[in-house]
């Protein structure tokens, strides 16, 4: 067995040990939607208004929105075009609980526009970045629970949000001074 064949066993026996609770439980699956298409949003608005409230924070909000949109609408996208990988519930018997996606699943989108955030966010403030990171982990975690992705989306999603923001703060302290 090849490493590939293990990891991508790795990757369908978490995938189901994580999806199979769909359909099992009510709240659960209303918990695991509002996680996996809705929270992304109540993030980005938190940090907005944390901006109102806080406004010498604009250069953390500035640099982990930039990040995150840079993460996710660039890095995602040339590495969805190198590597089309469907989705779970192409040819597979899943729980899908919200609409088909029509992009492919690696890497995952939501895994590195969260994961871009938080790790911004972490290297201004630790505390605050610590509850991006659990925000970005449940945000991730859901994706798998309701079905449109696999783990290892998730795992290339974060550690490309993550990679993108630490390349995003070490080029701002040695060229933008003023904005590190």
């Not at 298409?37 to 929105?65: E, G, H, P, S």
């Not at 403030?125 to 970005?136: H, S």
């Amino acid at each position: 067995m090849t490493i590939l064949e293990i990891l991508a066993n790795i990757d369908h026996s978490s995938f189901q040990a994580i999806n199979q609770y769909a359909f099992k439980w009510l709240w659960l699956d209303i918990l695991g939607v509002f996680l996996a298409n809705y929270l992304v949003y109540l993030i980005v608005i938190f940090l907005l208004l944390f901006l109102l409230r806080f406004k010498k924070y604009w250069k953390m909000v500035l640099k982990a929105l930039t990040n995150a949109v840079f993460a996710r609408f660039v890095i995602v996208e040339i590495i969805r075009w190198i590597y089309p990988r469907p989705r779970p519930f192409i040819g597979e018997n899943i729980n899908l609980l919200v609409n088909k996606v029509n992009q492919f699943a690696f890497p995952s989108g939501h895994a590195a526009f969260s994961f871009g955030l938080a790790t911004i966010i972490y290297f201004y403030n630790k505390e605050l970045g610590v509850l991006f990171f659990i925000l970005a982990f449940l945000v991730s975690l859901a994706r798998i629970f309701v079905g449109i992705h696999w783990p290892l989306d998730i795992l290339a999603g974060a550690l490309v949000g993550i990679f993108c923001g630490w390349l995003i703060q070490k080029i701002a302290k040695k060229y933008f001074k003023k904005i590190a």
